[in-house]
């Protein structure tokens, strides 16, 4: 079982902000999430780029950091966050849920989630 | 008045700290290509002079402000003598005060500008915006005026020693140390005189806010960027709009405060973390570089300060350019010719001629 970093939200100006490296290699391909999608104030694009028109930072993202996102946009509980990660990447369910804690608190950190305001 | 109306814009200088007048005559010829602008100069290597897309038509010495009010004045006549400009768009915080200290003396000179009144330009002076942000509930960095090496101290330590040094006008450099907060003070003080301000440092990304101010409260437009490149002096070399109504509001609320007329820059910081509060650094009392960026965007601010200044309608609403447009700013060189340089040294003034076009030898071939 491979798994690829959750996430790899990088800030402007070359300031990465790396997240836990767990999951690798996502097989889910980028037309499973939608061409474009809001998640609080950051509009991202199903190549993985981010543009908050509020603040004018721009992030990039993994395919499976936007795959919870969109989860996250959409309404999902945790559980329906982590059943469809591990539907749909090679995890298991205790690396899912450890990764998951870990970027739902890397975005909260960095003031992505309606939650942190 | 000319039937044409005639330009004068000051601040043409694009090196390392670059200026605004060559930014407003290309905002200026967006929309009046024809329009006759000269450019006020302190020096005959401003950079804007040799330009081949915003050079004015013609240009003109000034005494340096360091002469005094008389001989600005002075100068200013002489140079209307020759060339009989209608509107005054200055670029250059020095020149602001003797200009909103005494518009009758514009006034009675038939030269229409956009200034704001004395009161509104004293009460965005760096050592009284801690009253002014009180007023509006704006956040800004504490900050002192100092006059002297011991006050200068003292007021560090208040501040807990992180410090901006800053100059009266133009400036500010980060210091940490006795020795730098003491080299930044002299040479603060050489460049731009007493007080020296002693500023707190915020931690954060930094957000400007251009804008046109009515005189009456509003501003008739407005467009804000992220800096997103800076020089290792602060200045930003470029900018991604962004919308955020929590800016839009600061903004507004400060310039109904000031009853604002004319052209501003409003300069914050973003203290860190998810509820940073926009904190107010400065307000420059003229248009600032990069003025130029929203006039490709439908909002086009120096050509309103125009038809403002002259009584004229404004030709269409100004638009807040949309989040994600971006500048980016590029440094070229440009060809000067020694006859223009010499023009302007011995005379003090040039006028441009018809620029040589060499034609593509492709131009010449039949097809």
């Known amino acids: 079982m491979k798994l690829a970093p959750l996430s790899s939200l990088i800030r402007p100006h070359g300031q990465p902000h790396e997240l836990q490296p767990a999951m690798q290699a996502p097989s889910v391909s980028p037309h499973a999430v939608a061409a474009t999608f809001d998640f609080h104030t950051v509009t991202w694009q199903a190549d993985g780029f981010g543009f908050d028109a509020t603040s004018g930072e721009f992030f990039t993202a993994s395919p499976t950091a936007l795959v919870v996102m969109q989860s996250l946009s959409e309404g999902m509980t945790r559980q329906q966050i982590l059943d469809r990660l591990t539907s749909r990447f090679e995890v298991s369910h205790s690396t899912a849920e450890r990764d998951l804690e870990s970027f739902l608190a890397e975005i909260a950190h960095l003031g992505l989630t309606p939650e942190a305001n | 008045m000319n039937a044409s109306p005639v330009v004068a814009v000051t601040g043409l200088h694009r090196g390392e700290n670059p200026q605004p007048g060559s930014a407003v ?16 100069v302190y020096d005959s290597l401003e950079s804007g002079l040799f330009s081949e897309e915003d050079a004015p038509d013609a240009a003109f010495t000034m005494s340096y402000p360091g002469a005094g009010v008389e001989a600005f004045w002075q100068r200013l006549d002489a140079i209307r003598e020759i060339e009989r400009f209608d509107v005054l768009i200055p670029c250059l915080d020095a020149e602001m005060g003797p200009l909103v200290e005494a518009p009758e003396k514009l006034r009675e000179r038939g030269i229409h500008a956009c200034l704001p009144t004395a009161a509104s330009f004293k009460c965005r002076d760096k050592s009284k915006l801690a009253e002014l942000c009180e007023r509006t509930h704006c956040r800004t960095p504490q900050t002192v005026a100092v006059s002297d090496v011991n006050s200068l101290h003292q007021a560090a330590a208040s501040l807990g020693g992180n410090v901006f040094v800053k100059g009266r006008f133009y400036e500010a450099r980060h210091a940490l ?74 903004a507004q609320s400060l310039i109904a405060e000031l009853r604002w007329n004319g052209p501003f820059e409003l300069e914050f910081v973003k203290s860190e973390g998810p509820k940073g509060e926009y904190c107010l650094i400065e307000i420059n009392p003229r248009f600032p570089a990069w003025c130029d960026f929203p006039s490709t965007l439908d909002c086009n601010l120096p050509a309103a300060v125009l038809e403002l200044a002259l009584g004229w309608q404004p030709r269409e609403p100004l638009r807040h350019a949309s989040p994600g447009k971006f500048f980016i700013r590029h440094a070229i060189d440009m060809t000067g010719d020694i006859r223009d340089l010499a023009a302007l040294t011995t005379n003090g003034q040039f006028f441009r001629q018809p620029r040589e076009i060499i034609p593509h030898p492709a131009s010449s071939r039949s097809l």
Request: charged share 20%.
């Open chain 2, 25 to 40: 005559i290309r905002s200026l010829r967006r929309v009046y290509p024809e329009l006759r602008i000269i450019g006020l």
């Open chain 2, 177 to 250: 140390t006795p020795a730098a907060r003491e080299a930044a003070y002299w040479h603060m003080l050489e460049q731009w005189g007493a007080p020296v301000l002693v500023q707190e440092n915020v931690q954060g990304e930094e957000y400007n806010v251009i804008g046109l101010g009515d005189g009456r409260g509003h501003m008739l437009g407005s467009c804000s960027i992220r800096k997103m490149l800076r020089t290792a002096s602060g200045k930003g070399f470029g900018g991604m709009v962004v919308r955020d109504p929590q800016l839009d509001a600061v």
